[in-house]
């Protein structure tokens, strides 16, 4: 989330017109994240967050909304977005689709401990359980054919020993049978800064959001599990932490037990999902899109944790 | 809301495998309340209420349900209900229907000022705003005909002098022409019981849940404020305290302008609201149902505010 495009109130004020939550009392932007303009709203009856999509094209957008409807509607704490009087939650503000969303309180951990992980494992398999009742279908947009392609992208940009891993990789990844993999709409982003922490009045803490759910698509669930212990349950090195990560995984395994299959691909999906994020972020690095207004991030943090899960094959620890 | 149908743990654990928000922790009774059974339902997912509905017709249900779920996704706090994993709202748990709902939060204020009435007209127009676009209708169940049938029902246990008033109002409500007001779904009950306000880190307060939608239905839009001014503007003996009316029906007009049509049906109107209320407490008070669980209120508060609505006809201060 950031501010790419400025939103005047006077367009806002008059835009709020086609729905049904008052008049704009207060509007300011979000200067965190990295690929969409985003800006908290606080109407006469209630406060919102708003998002201008850049550079996402119209129309995959209504997958991303009616997935947060659909889980915000199976209770769980995901910013359901908010119909206009035309009963649409898509718009057009600012020469950019727009949509609002609920604004969910809490603050994000990115020093979680066992506690935190646990919360998480048991909140990922409550979205993929109401998921599976999701009825539209948009592939991952970062799959396997994404991570094909952009292999092929930044290959000859990287020194000699990572274009070695890559293709070693590449090679491994396409060879795991994954048809047998239970699936469904994933986050696939479920980094440490898209969860909130709300404070209850007796000082414990709950998930109080699930946010950011513009990289979802159907997928391998545990393709999402792999992504979320890669980044819940590193130590600094990238190594994992052994007592998150059983954590993590034994409070998802309650909800959803994970199947022999599952079992099996573990190794190779924690593998796969640290290649995913080397991939965008020597992307990111390496090919920077003209115009294209993003936050690199280091590319090295994942190429040591995909160097780390070969080393280690960590097995489901359950 | 009450609890006339015990649950025990054990059934509403076992009832809540069929949904995607975790495991039980937490069951509480609610005992506030004059008809369906409550409860405040903690799990390791979320914070919710779960409604047993006792005496209703499962027919009627989804028309509250979803229009709960049309408001809180057009932005406002309405409590949305939760679907299970088979997309469904309503349950059956205990024999009864079953529901669970988002748990708001906030407090009834009942001694409230200017500024909640202002609070409280705004949000009743955007209630009724948003609810032009729902799609389901079912007529508001306390309407002309309930009220007709249910003045003939009475009318033999009141004493002459109410007699004559209830007569005398039956045949001014019939010579009304209501077909020309702007209609849609109504609340129809936003006492302040039905209202949960929340404070805000700074001290102020804002509505954070407007609740029990069961005497919801369609009617005139105009009826719905008549019911709600009635309740939140009223002095101790029944008659409008002025400033508050102003503050509630102008922060109304200011989301939703009053047509000519509505202005010459005000006076009329608010005596409507009013008979309404008198007749299903003298109903409840004099012709209570064997088994049938219903906390009885005061039926001469809202005779005595007919008699004073009737004396004063108060014109739409606008």
């Not at 659909?70 to 704490?77: E, F, K």
């Not at 359901?80 to 609920?102: C, D, F, S, W």
């Not at 469904?184 to 950011?212: C, K, M, Q």
């Amino acid at each position: 989330m950031s501010v790419f495009t400025p939103v005047p109130e006077s367009a806002l004020a008059h835009w709020l017109k086609d729905y049904a939550i008052g008049r704009l009392v207060e509007l300011k932007g979000i200067s965190a994240g990295v690929q969409n303009s985003n800006f908290f709203v606080t109407t006469t009856l209630g406060r919102y967050v708003l998002t201008l999509f850049e550079g996402m094209s119209r129309a995959e957008l209504p997958y991303y909304l009616h997935l947060m409807a659909h889980l915000a509607r199976h209770g769980l704490p995901v910013p359901g977005p908010i119909a206009n009087l035309h009963n649409e939650y898509l718009g057009t503000l600012q020469e950019r689709p727009a949509a609002l969303v609920v604004r969910l309180s809490g603050a994000s951990e990115m020093a979680p401990g066992v506690e935190h992980c646990a919360r998480v494992g048991a909140m990922l398999a409550g979205l993929h359980l109401a998921g599976q009742s999701y009825g539209r279908r948009q592939p991952n947009p970062r799959g396997p054919e994404w991570r094909l392609a952009t292999a092929q992208a930044v290959r000859d940009f990287l020194p000699t020993d990572e274009r070695t891993l890559l293709d070693a990789e590449i090679a491994f990844q396409s060879a795991q049978a994954l048809a047998n993999l239970p699936a469904g709409a994933i986050h696939a982003d479920l980094f440490r800064d898209n969860v909130l922490w709300d404070t209850d009045a007796d000082g414990s803490v709950h998930i109080g959001g699930v946010i950011d759910f513009y990289f979802a698509g159907h997928d391998a669930l545990l393709f999402d599990v792999a992504v979320t212990v890669n980044d819940w349950c590193s130590l600094p090195d990238g190594g994992l932490d052994g007592t998150r990560c059983t954590a993590l995984l034994a409070a998802y395994h309650a909800e959803r037990p994970f199947t022999a299959a599952e079992r099996a691909a573990w190794p190779g999906q924690l593998r796969a999902a640290a290649l995913r994020f080397w991939l965008s972020r020597a992307a990111d690095f390496h090919l920077p899109r003209a115009g294209e207004m993003v936050l690199v991030k280091d590319p090295n943090e994942y190429r040591d944790i995909l160097r780390l899960r070969i080393a280690d094959t960590p097995p489901l620890p359950l």
